[in-house]
């Protein structure tokens, strides 16, 4: 006895391809939506000197800051601090450079190459040089620039003169910068206890001036203040004190130590 075939009508077959296309189209819409909130909700603002403790970021993840109030004249570090006992690999990497309070596009990009990252123990380290993210972002858009700056020069009027004022230009302020940085944490190493899936990266992230080119950080200044007003105590008081001590502790200052409290113990006496 021979089975028969089903087949489905192709109206129907029809009906069915276009709700398994409707319903993808859709969880991808939501899908899209949810990692757009999820970015934005993920840019954290960072000024100098104002430290943010205790972090928390899921390994694997990334997240952006966008730092305010950077001089273009100044040298900037970028330090992240984690807790030896959780390995972790931390990435930094420049994604925007623009002025500060200027409202332009996300996916502008302004270091075209990944920025290196120093690591010392455990802290990851970006130099940032405002002045120089500024230049690179300057040769980026120079093409695009001298298309307006064509049309500017034919806009002008004929006897050449410009209505800016280019000496007050030039005695203005610099504007502050602002620089997204975005920060990558990975699981470094294996554990056997925890999964690196459903970790946590812990970490403090905290911007800092730096002096005479990168040398050392501005709070150093305290530090090195209290070394000035130690060494100028020790010199003053610990260091005669020192001397005495060890002069005394010599057999020939000792003898004539001796020698001199006994004459004057038989002055005294007589």
């Not at 489905?8 to 069915?16: D, E, I, V, Y």
């Not at 966008?66 to 807790?83: E, M, N, T, W």
């Not at 070394?227 to 001590?245: D, H, I, S, T, Y």
Request: proline share 6%; hydrophobic share 45%; with cysteine.
């Amino acid at each position: 006895m021979r089975r028969r075939a089903f087949f489905l009508p192709r109206s129907l077959l029809r009906l069915l391809l276009l709700l398994a296309a409707a319903t993808a189209a859709a969880g991808g819409a939501t899908d899209h939506g949810n990692n757009e909130q999820g970015s934005r909700a993920q840019l954290t603002h960072l000024f100098p000197e104002t430290p943010l403790h205790a972090q928390r970021q899921p390994c694997g993840a990334t997240r952006r800051f966008r730092l305010h109030a950077l001089a273009p004249d100044k040298v900037y570090d970028l330090k992240v601090s984690y807790p030896a006992s959780l390995p972790t690999t931390f990435a930094l990497e420049v994604a925007r450079v623009a002025a500060d309070g200027d409202r332009t596009e996300e996916s502008d990009r302004a270091d075209g190459d990944a920025v290196r990252v120093r690591r010392r123990l455990n802290t990851a380290k970006l130099r940032l040089r405002p002045s120089e993210l500024l230049l690179l972002l300057a040769r980026q858009q120079r093409d695009t620039q001298d298309e307006i700056v064509n049309a500017y020069r034919l806009a002008l009027p004929k006897d050449g003169t410009d209505n800016d004022d280019s000496d007050s230009d030039s005695r203005r302020q610099p504007t502050p910068v602002a620089v997204d940085v975005v920060l990558r944490a990975d699981v470094e190493g294996v554990s056997p206890f925890v999964d690196p899936r459903t970790r946590e990266c812990v970490f403090d992230i905290v911007v800092e001036e730096m002096l005479l080119g990168g040398a050392f950080p501005f709070n150093t200044l305290v530090l090195i203040a209290w070394l000035l007003l130690l060494l100028a105590a020790a010199l003053k008081w610990v260091f005669p004190f020192l001397l005495r001590k060890i002069a005394l502790e010599l057999p020939a200052e000792r003898a004539v130590f001796v020698s001199g409290s006994g004459a004057d113990s038989d002055r005294k006496e007589s």
